[in-house]
């Protein structure tokens, strides 16, 4: 649908009632289809059990959302469960609060395409892309083709299931908007060598923090992620789930040397380091052609309406699509530049945050113990008493976590509060010399406290 002529986006439609599903979608398929594996790890497939009801969560493929799928998505979340979606940090979506209607829910959502129609191949499809690959003006190739041939190669190479359900993928184009400090089991990275597109790559790390282990021709790409797939589950022991867990038995330059390909080990690519990213993924964002934009739900959390409205928007003055980001936030890239202001103030009418200066976009929280019983506080409602306190910082600098594991944020944040007790946590400063969140700087603050602390400039912390 174009934009109207005098350039403004009509009003939103009214979403008050969820739209009736067609009855054929749920009625069980016919087709027999084999269970997912045993794991804590939601999926499509397997809604795990939570204090606030079951998590479903859809693996998205390189973070990409159709308009209608998103409708899709926001039907499921009204109908199925409790309403609430969350935007994830590996850029993709989950439903919570889901009731006893498991098989209608999947049903639903594999008739809109955001799912392999086997259990088996929906687990492993772990790949993280820039939200504007193929898009922004510094990357170097457009890796969406590999990417494609990645994900066919997960999803129908019966081998490959027998991964981990939380075995992870990056494939960086050398864009600007990436996320570089995220760790991963396997990452690949695009460079320019004698003129043409290579592929760096790394195990158990970052593309952002870590040394290559080598490089390979960017048309070998599918062959190198294949196989190192196989040769990890031919070395890994049940127990080694990870790439980080096989490594501390086989040694990262043993597993390569034994990978079978023509790999470039010289100088150029061993000094090679990843040009850092500015991470700007709020307001207007640069294209190749054209612009995108970049909003956030508040904490992570999208309502059926946003969802709806930002799919509504996507298609008036996009191309139809919405990118997730693992940022827990959206990208709508291809706008009309001349509807850009219209489009931000129809998504800022949904909620949706669009500048890196309003306080709930430096904030990131876990779900806590209002739908997790690991959490010892309620994240959530105390990040909007500490966003009152706030009116510094940058974006995702401050992060809640009801406890350890820090389901978040898969980095550590400039400044983590980890809760103690219900309206209680100790604050932590990240220090790349220590191990886990950092170094301690407070105990058993309230939110108020830790915000008269924490509304400073991101480089004051220290003092």
Not at 70 to 80: Q, T
Not at 297 to 302: D, E, I, Q, T, V
Request: overall charge neutral; some cysteine.
């Amino acid at each position: 649908m174009p934009p109207d002529k005098a350039g403004i986006i009509p009003r939103l439609p009214s979403t008050s009632a969820p739209r009736r599903l067609p009855d054929t979608l749920l009625k069980p398929s016919p087709t027999p289809r084999a269970a997912p594996r045993p794991s804590a790890c939601p999926g499509l497939w397997r809604i795990v059990a939570a204090r606030d009801g079951g998590i479903c969560r859809i693996k998205l493929p390189g973070g990409r959302l159709l308009a209608a799928q998103a409708e899709a998505v926001a039907d499921a979340a009204e109908r199925y469960a409790s309403g609430v979606i969350e935007a994830t940090n590996r850029a993709n979506l989950q439903i919570r609060g889901i009731g006893a209607q498991h098989p209608a829910l999947i049903e639903h959502l594999l008739a809109a395409g955001l799912g392999p129609r086997e259990a088996a191949g929906d687990d492993v499809r772990n790949l993280m892309l820039s939200p504007l690959a193929g898009l922004d003006p510094a990357s170097v190739v457009d890796v969406r083709p590999l990417a494609a041939q990645l994900l066919q190669l997960l999803e129908t190479t019966p081998r490959l299931h027998a991964l981990s359900a939380k075995f992870a993928v990056q494939l960086d184009g050398g864009e600007d908007l990436a996320m570089l400090a995220h760790p991963h089991d396997l990452w690949l990275s695009a460079l320019t060598l004698d003129g043409e597109p290579w592929l760096a790559f790394g195990l158990a790390g970052c593309p952002g923090e870590d040394p290559p282990l080598g490089a390979v021709p960017f048309d070998q790409g599918l062959a190198l992620v294949q196989a190192v797939l196989e040769r990890f589950l031919d070395l890994a022991s049940p127990e080694q789930t990870r790439m980080r867990h096989l490594l501390q038995t086989c040694p990262a330059q043993t597993f390569v040397a034994d990978l079978g390909l023509p790999i470039r080990h010289d100088a150029a690519v061993l000094n090679w380091r990843r040009p850092a990213s500015q991470a700007r993924w709020l307001g207007a964002l640069a294209q190749r052609h054209g612009v995108a934009l970049g909003v956030a739900p508040p904490l992570g959390r999208l309502t059926p309406d946003m969802l709806r409205g930002a799919a509504h928007v996507a298609r008036l003055v996009g191309d139809g699509s919405l990118h997730l980001t693992p940022w827990q936030s959206l990208v709508l890239p291809n706008l009309d530049p001349t509807q850009l202001i219209d489009a931000q103030a129809a998504l800022a009418e949904l909620g949706l945050i669009d500048a890196a200066q309003q306080p709930l976009a430096r904030l990131a929280a876990c779900t806590g113990s209002s739908g997790c019983a690991r959490g010892l506080a309620d994240t959530k409602a105390d990040a909007r008493l500490l966003a009152g306190r706030l009116h510094h910082g940058v974006p995702a600098s401050v992060h809640l976590t009801g406890c350890p594991r820090s389901c978040a944020m898969a980095h550590v944040a400039p400044a983590t509060l980890l809760a103690r007790a219900p309206g209680r946590y100790d604050l932590y400063l990240r220090d790349a010399r220590l191990p886990g969140f950092g170094r301690l700087r407070a105990c058993d603050l309230t939110p108020e406290e830790a915000g008269a602390m924490l509304d400073l400039p991101t480089e004051h912390l220290d003092d």
